[in-house]
């Protein structure tokens, strides 16, 4: 078989001040032809999945396009349509296909398209005609709509957050392909909404971790091809946002409707073990210092640049400075500015940051201090995180600052911390520290837990808040949980 694959991938905070442009894409990842192959072979990705898929089943693969931004602000529509237009060219370019695999994400928005992967689902369906096999990846952060299913031949979206087995859904949807062609395979798929909104949430733990199960048990039937738990994305002011449940059969549409209303109904009467606890950073520290192990890692959820965040915020550091907490590292902060003026000034050289809380008011206040420059970096590594694992990282120039006691990593690119090589590249082994703090909500996980003491939330007010009820919402439809009351399912 001849297989295409590309695609564009974003989660859109609409609560994010401007717009992504380009230029956000092109700074995270932007490839076309042949170098989708490069960049992605031997990497714990979708693509990684697809590209040892189409090797091990024979299959040429065609890479077209493939962009994709760190989560962030409306995507500007002229950038949007740029890329759209791209990957359908690359597909129109490509030739002859047998199959088609679309790595997207699910809760991408631009302006004036609500569901930028329904659009574009749409437009590869009407290029090709109804007859082509048409497979899509998803993140389960989606906000998925029914467009969406009407279009494509089936739909597989992450089971696990962090998003550990993008791999293997990529190789799932390539697997696909030959039996939908062939007819062995008539994918049925049924898709059930919630009036529920989660905010970020591991399915290392219960309760996610019990509704997983519960997916794969349907799973072990020999007519059931996947059941899909999505969490969808809170943070978009757009009027369907949340949880669904997408289960898909072999030509039982019967089935694949109980299923995703057996699942959604099983979360739904489990909604109130979702709701999170809100600490603050100093409630925090205390719960750390009265443990005795380490080390202690805290995430700064509310700032995660992978939900949106914009990685400068300076709440979760200004309170450890204000704390004076010792024995502690921070890896790491987003400040361009900083990071130059480190450069310049050299190692072993004091000097006078305004770091961080350049961006966003939400995220509070540069911070105003002496820093020692300890050690200057490239800010290239290898990820070693099961999440993506073999991917080339390059976070611009990077900076370790010693701030009040403190090591403070300062980086070039905004992005969320997944493992601790950025430590271990500006010499901290994160194991001899009691306190490490980060910022990213849950794919922290899959790197930090293996060697975590302990993890804890620390709550920040920001764009990535666990507490939805400090988002405005103007579209959204209501009522939905947790934030009105008595909302009723069905
Ligand atoms: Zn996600």
């Not at 905010?199 to 072990?220: G, V």
Request: glycine content about 10%.
């Amino acid at each position: 078989m001849r297989i295409a694959m590309g695609g564009i991938s974003h989660e859109t905070n609409t609560f994010c001040s401007g717009k992504t442009g380009l230029d956000g894409f092109q700074e995270r990842e932007w490839a076309e032809g042949q170098e989708i192959i490069e960049k992605n072979r031997g990497v714990r990705s979708y693509q990684g999945g697809i590209i040892d898929a189409c090797d091990r089943l024979g299959f040429e693969l065609v890479p077209t396009f493939y962009a994709s931004a760190t989560p962030s602000a409306i995507i500007a529509r002229d950038a949007f349509d740029e890329m759209e237009n791209r990957l359908l060219t690359r597909l129109e370019e490509a030739g002859e296909v047998d199959g088609v695999v679309l790595t997207l994400h699910g809760a991408g928005v631009t302006e004036g398209i609500d569901d930028i992967e329904s659009h574009t689902i749409k437009r590869v369906r009407d290029h090709y005609g109804p007859e082509m096999p048409i497979v899509v990846t998803l993140d389960l952060h989606g906000n998925i709509f029914q467009d969406s299913l009407d279009n494509a031949d089936a739909l597989f979206g992450v089971n696990l957050y962090p998003h550990t087995d993008s791999y293997d859904r990529g190789v799932e949807a390539v697997e696909m392909l030959p039996k939908i062609a062939s007819g062995e395979v008539k994918p049925a798929m049924h898709l059930t909404h919630l009036p529920m909104m989660l905010p970020s949430t591991t399915t290392d733990l219960s309760p996610a971790k019990d509704i997983n199960e519960i997916c794969w048990e349907w799973e072990k039937q020999d007519d059931v091809i996947d059941c899909t738990f999505f969490h969808g994305f809170a943070p978009a002011d757009i009027p369907r946002v949340g949880v669904s449940v997408l289960a898909m059969t072999n030509n039982d549409p019967e089935k694949a409707k109980k299923i995703s209303e057996d699942v959604a109904s099983t979360i739904w009467d489990r909604r109130e073990e979702f709701r999170p606890e809100i600490n603050p950073p100093d409630t925090v520290f205390r719960m750390a210092m009265e443990d005795d192990g380490r080390p202690v890692v805290i995430n700064e959820k509310a700032d995660n640049p992978g939900g949106g965040g914009p990685g400068d915020g300076t709440h979760l550091l200004r309170a450890m400075i204000e704390a004076n907490l010792q024995d502690a590292c921070f890896g790491f902060i987003h400040d361009p500015e900083t990071v130059v003026q480190a450069h310049d000034a050299g190692v072993g050289v004091t000097i006078n940051v305004r770091l961080g809380g350049k961006k966003e008011p939400l995220h509070g206040e540069p911070i105003e201090s002496g820093a020692y420059v300890k050690s200057l970096t490239d800010g290239r590594f290898i990820q070693q995180s099961p999440m993506g694992r073999g991917r080339r990282v390059d976070l611009g120039r990077m900076a370790r600052l010693v701030i009040n006691g403190i090591d403070v990593i300062v980086s070039t690119i905004r992005t969320q911390t997944l493992d601790d090589e950025v430590f271990r590249l500006h010499g901290i082994d994160v194991t001899r520290y009691k306190f490490v703090a980060i910022k990213s909500s849950n794919h922290f996980r899959a790197g930090f837990a293996p060697i975590a003491h302990r993890i804890i939330r620390a709550d920040t007010p920001g764009l990535v808040s666990a507490d939805l009820s400090t988002f405005n919402y103007k579209r959204l439809e209501r009522p939905i949980w947790p934030l009105d009351d008595g909302v009723s399912w069905p």
